[in-house]
């Protein structure tokens, strides 16, 4: 079936940046569109952004339009998430996710846990102030 592996992250100064990465395994995944969410203590996992599978297509939350940046590199059946400017609020645990459905039958990319199917294990991101 395949799986997403997730590294990065780590602690931040504000203002600082990070990069997430996620490598997918298993044709299916590696053909899928990879999505990105955050959950914070105590709060529901939110939606970042997504790229499509043939990494044409992005779009992000108005949260994160202008400092986030998603990346897809199918060589190495790897997406990444660079995020700059940083702020404490970004604080939390950063999930990626496949959508293999949605890239088969060229339907819209979706923004919402229930659109994924796999997901990577998570990574903590803790921004200090």
């Known amino acids: 079936q395949g799986q997403l592996v997730q590294s990065g992250g780590g602690l931040v100064q504000a203002g600082g940046s990070l990069r997430l990465s996620c490598e997918a395994s298993?044709?299916?995944?590696?053909?899928?569109?990879i999505g990105w969410f955050r959950q914070a203590p105590g709060k529901e996992r939110e939606f970042v952004g997504v790229v499509s599978w043939s990494g044409g297509d992005i779009y992000f939350a108005d949260f994160a339009e202008d400092r986030f940046i998603l990346s897809r590199d199918n060589a190495k059946d790897t997406v990444y998430l660079q995020m700059n400017s940083l702020k404490p609020e970004d604080t939390a645990v950063y999930f990626c996710?496949?959508?293999?459905?949605?890239?088969?039958?060229?339907?819209?990319?979706?923004?919402?846990?229930?659109?994924?199917?796999?997901w990577g294990q998570g990574t903590q991101v803790t921004v200090s102030s």
């Open positions: 298993g044709r299916r995944l590696r053909t899928s569109n």
């Open positions: 996710a496949a959508d293999p459905s949605r890239a088969a039958s060229g339907q819209a990319m979706g923004d919402t846990v229930a659109d994924y199917e796999y």
